[in-house]
């Protein structure tokens, strides 16, 4: 007696294949925007947690050393990056960060008592990226402390007050 034929073969047919395609291109690009916005968000994150860092970093070392300690900009501008250096010996070097936009000078420096040489009221530092993600701002008041705020009202021209 011979097999019955099978009438339902396993697999997807092209029709099904095709709907799955479209409706995965759509998710794609209802996604898209809100995921480049996240990117950017951690990009300007991760620039200001590194300044933070790169700040906090020749604050202990000055303390600990008891010596000044000079964290400088990179070809005279912060979006080139930055090296953190005592006596002329680099303790950390930071690659280039295009979103910074420093109101500080060419490089600062902490005494040994951990405070700024500086006489000038806080530096700050905005980190920002577009008008769609809230901008980050490092402020450095006259004791050597960096301070991080993040914008709440979104308007860029008064920082992060």
Do not use: H
Request: proline share 4%.
């Amino acid at each position: 007696m011979p097999s019955p034929v099978n009438r339902y073969r396993q697999g997807f047919t092209m029709i099904e294949l095709m709907m799955v395609v479209a409706l995965t291109g759509i998710l794609a690009t209802i996604a898209a925007p809100s995921f480049k916005d996240f990117v950017l968000a951690t990009r300007v994150r991760t620039a200001a947690s590194d300044l933070y860092a790169s700040l906090v970093l020749a604050r202990s070392e000055a303390i600990k050393r008891s010596a000044s300690v000079t964290v400088t900009p990179a070809s005279g501008d912060w979006r080139n990056g930055w090296t953190v250096a005592v006596g002329g010996v680099t303790l950390q070097s930071q690659e280039a960060v295009s979103s910074i936009d420093a109101a500080a000078g060419s490089a600062i420096t902490y005494r040994r008592d951990g405070r700024v040489a500086t006489a000038v009221a806080p530096i700050q530092f905005k980190v920002a990226a577009s008008p769609t993600v809230q901008m980050r701002c490092i402020s450095i008041d006259l004791s050597g402390r960096p301070l991080t705020k993040t914008d709440t009202n979104g308007d860029v021209t008064d920082g992060c007050n």
